[in-house]
Structures are given as C-alpha cells and as structure tokens.
C-alpha cells in the first residue's frame, strides 16, 4: 500500500515571497492533517479535514496560512507571506477517518531567509 | 498551561539492554495515548497506543505503561537495537469526538555498539 506522498520535499524561500506545499494521502482515507513541526519540537497541528469539511483550524495562522482539500483527496497548504519562523517541517498525516491511526508522509523541509 | 512533555531530552543505552522513555501529561480528560518513532528525515510512525481505560499494552519488543494517578505515560523497549535510534514523541488526545493529537517535545534515544 502506498504511503502518504509530499511534495516538495524541501523548499527554500526568502522571507515575504509565497510557498506551497501538495500531499496526496493514502487512497481512501478520509481525514486529512497539516502539522508544522519546528526544529526540536513535537509536530503542532494546522489544520485538518475531513473529506473536503474544515473539522479544526484553531492552529492555523489565519493572516498568511491556508489550506484547501477540494476534491476531498489532495490537499495544499500555502503561505504568504512567509515569515522566518515559519522555517519548519511541514507534515502531512491521513487516517482512514477520525480516530484512526495517523500514517504520516516525510515532510517538506522549508527554509526561509 | 496543559502540554505534554518528556523529563530526558536524550537518552543513551547499551546495544542489548532495554530502553524507558517517560512521558508526562497535564489534562486528566485525556483517554488516548499514542507513541511515535521518528527517524531523521522521515515523519513520525506509529509504534503502540493505549487507551485510558488500560495500564499496560504490549506489542513486539515495545511496552507502555499508563500511571492515570500521576498523569504519566512510559515506553519500554526491551532489548534495544541500533535501528531503535531516533526521536521518540508521546501524543495525547483529549475527550471524545475531538480526535485532536497534542504531541510532546519528544526524546532521543541513542544507541551505542
């Protein structure tokens, strides 16, 4: 079975420009999440979905962070504008649906200057 | 504030001998407990939960141990192999429905030849 997928796996950015990130979770799984995990830190959850529905984004800076899962099957986290602490691993996580085992993707490393 | 957290940042044992890692949690409302293995450059897997209703699970070669009393969570690893080397977190989740994984700061298990 294929895991969770990311892309990029690493990105970097100079401060104020626009970033992007693409997860494809694993197929038929219905809960989505974003975490950002800070160097040294536990992963922090951003945002997660369910199918296509925000279920909690009570984490996700509003003001520069976004997150879609249109089809209820990919989803992108975006930011802009970037700011130096946002230089972090982003992981993306799937589970078959809420409270289900978390299956995590590698990450994409983002460096911001 | 409510949080998890590890007592020993880094951890080194002997090739052979077992491993415990320690946890502590704030919030008695949790009722799910989760531990993962992080290796570098990967996202965190799911190595064993327990629920708060146990105080003991035990998977292969791997132990968790919950003291509801004094709101601390512990893995075992017996018989500690140099692939066990990596970042260990302990996450929580708080109340039904909600699903919502908070995630220690995580320690580091070295493991020497």
């Known amino acids: 079975e294929a895991g969770v997928a990311q892309s990029p796996r690493y990105k970097i950015i100079e401060k104020r420009q626009s970033v992007a990130f693409w997860c494809n979770p694993i197929s038929g799984h219905a809960t989505l999440y974003w975490y950002q995990q800070i160097l040294g830190q536990g992963p922090k959850l951003l945002i997660q979905f369910q199918n296509n529905g925000v279920v909690d984004d009570s984490q996700l800076p509003k003001d520069r962070f976004s997150a879609e899962r249109l089809k209820g099957v990919d989803s992108t986290l975006k930011i802009q504008p970037a700011k130096l602490e946002d230089s972090a691993v982003y992981l993306c996580?799937?589970?078959?649906?809420?409270?289900?085992?978390?299956?995590f993707g590698p990450g994409t490393r983002l460096t911001v200057l | 504030g409510e949080s998890v957290g590890l007592h020993l940042p880094t951890l080194s044992v002997q090739e052979g001998d077992n491993s415990i890692i320690n946890c502590a949690y704030s919030?008695?409302?949790?009722?799910?407990f989760i531990w993962y293995k992080q290796e570098s450059g990967k996202g965190p897997q799911f190595i064993i939960d327990?629920?708060?209703?146990?105080d003991k699970r035990q998977g292969q070669r791997v132990t968790v141990l919950l003291n509801k009393t004094v709101k601390h969570l512990s893995l075992q690893i017996a018989a500690t192999q140099p692939g066990d080397s990596a970042v260990y977190f302990c996450?929580?989740?708080?109340?039904?429905?909600?699903?919502?994984?908070?995630f220690g700061t995580g320690t580091r298990l070295k493991v020497l030849a």
């Open positions: 996580a799937s589970s078959l649906d809420r409270g289900n085992e978390q299956f």
């Open positions: 919030n008695s409302a949790s009722d799910y």
């Open positions: 996450a929580e989740s708080r109340g039904s429905g909600t699903y919502k994984y908070i």
């Open positions: 327990i629920r708060s209703n146990m």
